[in-house]
């Protein structure tokens, strides 16, 4: 069992695959229906509309984009960028272009280190390791 702080509280708790403890992530939650029902009922707010009507900070309702739990409606929009390449985007952190070059990169590395694995390495026989032999005291 791997114990980390709480990135919100800075709890002790036990690691679950997120950064948060039970107690911020349950809160992380309900902010994020908070302001999934917010543009449910009022689509094509700005950032800053839901977060002063949700009381739900604009720097978790980018991290709820970045997540991509939520879109932004408009195609030019100047809040998100690509990570890689600098294109505006609508959630995430890659433009569909760039995750499709990282994708391919991946599985190209990911090949490249099987093969590694399944073809033996040949080396020079001088460079093998052998058991030296016991001289017999007899």
Known sequence: MELRNCVSC?????????DLCSRCGNTDEDDFKKVKEYLYDNPGASIIEVSEATDVSEKKILRFL??????????????????????????????????GDLKKELSKALKTNENEKEAPKKTN??????????????
């Open 10 to 18: 800075n709890r002790t708790f036990a690691y679950n695959g997120s």
């Open 66 to 99: 970045r997540e991509n739990r939520i879109e932004i409606k408009e195609e030019d929009n100047m809040l998100l960028d690509c990570e890689r390449c600098g294109a505006s985007i609508r959630s995430g952190r890659f433009c569909d272009s760039c995750a």
């Open 125 to 138: 026989k001088s460079h093998k390791m052998f058991i030296a032999e016991r001289k017999k005291n007899n």
